[in-house]
């Protein structure tokens, strides 16, 4: 397909070995977004919202027009700023010269509501193709874990969201590219509580 000039987006993720990124990945509707802030909440540590979600609303709101082939790589560019930017912030949240009293055992994650990995399953889903840029970019990117939501909680209804009755065929289609790729991830599902327990004990096993 035809699209925008890949040299024209910088689409590398930058890393700080002090800050332990967790990605949320999942289909629509399945609590990325809650689970992200639980999180964030819970560890006093920034989270990454999802930009495409940003991105496609402002774009409804303006042109009641929805996601094109275009607006891929743009959106890839958003979310790895994003990503970018809230890393370094973890980071200096960490360094007594920026934070009298650093809290290393709360204050050391980055919680991504979704990544580029995520983009590049939306994108073959919907299109049956992604951007080269794109795809070389979602497989290259490190995340010390990976969390496939389950899809056990109400579909809601928004201007963006199109797929009440294939979210369980899309989560097996993430649980299928993750595997293909040879991304390990954890199934975190229940209520948000029980969530947010899940992760906090992957995450002290990290740490042992």
Request: glycine share 4%; aromatic share 10%.
């Amino acid at each position: 397909m035809n699209g925008n000039d890949a040299t024209a987006f910088n689409l590398t993720q930058h890393t700080h070995k002090s800050v332990i990124k967790v990605a949320i990945l999942g289909a629509e509707s399945t609590g990325k977004t809650t689970l992200s802030r639980d999180l964030a909440a819970y560890f006093g540590s920034p989270w990454v919202p999802e930009y495409m979600r940003i991105y496609l609303q402002e774009k409804w709101d303006n042109e009641q027009v929805t996601c094109t082939w275009d607006d891929l790589l743009p959106i890839a560019q958003g979310q790895i700023d994003l990503e970018n930017k809230l890393t370094q912030q973890a980071a200096q949240n960490l360094q007594p010269s920026r934070n009298p009293n650093p809290n290393p055992e709360t204050q050391k994650y980055l919680f991504c509501d979704t990544s580029l990995f995520e983009l590049m399953v939306y994108s073959n889903w919907y299109y049956s193709d992604c951007p080269d840029a794109l795809t070389q970019a979602a497989l290259s990117h490190h995340y010390d874990l990976i969390l496939l939501t389950a899809v056990d909680i109400p579909w809601v209804a928004d201007d963006l969201r199109d797929s009440p009755y294939q979210r369980e065929e899309i989560s097996a289609y993430f649980e299928s590219q993750l595997n293909c790729h040879e991304k390990n991830f954890k199934r975190v599902g229940g209520d948000r509580g029980e969530r947010v327990r899940q992760v906090i004990g992957w995450l002290k096993e990290l740490d042992s």
